[in-house]
């Protein structure tokens, strides 16, 4: 089910493929009123079958084109999570954005430090990536204390940054900077 998997004492990170489209699927509706504080509003339509399929090629699009990298988070053949890596540049930059998400049957308990380390020694081991990004709402102390964890470093305040759950919030600026990479 999954390729390119990546493995951690406790979770599989891998690909889904659209034709693992309801497992993604599953995953939304379970979690759909738990993550909405924090995402853009979704309509209907953002949880159904065929949107699900479109989103997993689009994202297979963008990997193939080297634009991202998006991954599901597996725990004994269920989907737990995601972490995606966004908005890749290169050259210069080196850089990237990262986002991620658990369901709310399994925060608290570490899986999502443990999949981003994970992810993270990835992006920065085979990606050869200097900079990751991650900006998190002021009020959401569990993401805060994972980044933290994760040797994050606050950057700076962004005001009015996303259009989050239908308003305009603020964000916190963070990043890691990889220093295993020579200059």
């Known amino acids: 089910m999954l390729i390119d998997s990546i493995t951690t004492p406790r979770l599989s990170l891998g690909v889904l493929k659209p034709e693992h489209a309801s497992i993604l699927q599953h995953y939304l ?10 995402e853009p509003i979704r309509d209907d339509r953002y949880f159904e079958l065929a949107q699900c399929e479109e989103r997993l090629h689009q994202q297979l699009q963008q990997m193939a084109a080297g634009n991202g990298v ?7 053949q269920q989907m737990i999570g995601n972490c995606h890596f966004s908005n890749i540049v290169r050259g210069v930059f080196q850089a990237c954005h990262l986002g991620y998400a658990i369901a709310h049957t399994h925060q608290g308990k ?6 981003l380390k994970a992810a993270i020694q990835h992006m920065f081991e085979q990606e050869k990536l200097h900079r990751i990004m991650a900006n998190y709402l002021p009020e959401n102390v ?30 916190l600026l963070t990043a890691l900077i990889n220093t295993t990479v020579p200059e």
């Open 70 to 76: 998006f991954l599901a988070l597996m725990c004994d």
């Open 29 to 38: 509706q379970e979690n759909r009123q738990h993550l909405a504080a924090w």
């Open 110 to 115: 570490g899986y999502m430090t443990e999949a």
């Open 142 to 171: 569990r993401s805060a204390g994972v980044l933290e964890r994760l040797g994050f470093e606050k950057e700076g305040y962004a005001r009015s940054y996303l259009k989050i759950n239908g308003e305009w919030r603020d964000h």
